[in-house]
């Protein structure tokens, strides 16, 4: 993800998947993992 989007981006759409979907419900296509969830499954 990190070479899909600049950095400020990136941040952006992570503090919106912290708030939410923190458990990573909605991990498939082209997932941005949870901040605190570092066994996501990327896709």
């Given at each position: 993800?990190?070479?899909?989007?600049?950095?400020?981006k990136?941040?952006?759409?992570?503090?919106?998947?912290?708030?939410?979907?923190?458990?990573?419900?909605?991990?498939?296509?082209?997932?941005?993992r949870?901040?605190?969830?570092?066994?996501a499954?990327?896709?």
């Open positions: 993800m990190r070479r899909a989007y600049p950095a400020a990136l941040a952006r759409l992570t503090a919106v998947k912290d708030a939410y979907d923190p458990e990573n419900v909605f991990h498939l296509n082209q997932n941005i949870p901040s605190g969830h570092a066994g499954v990327a896709s």
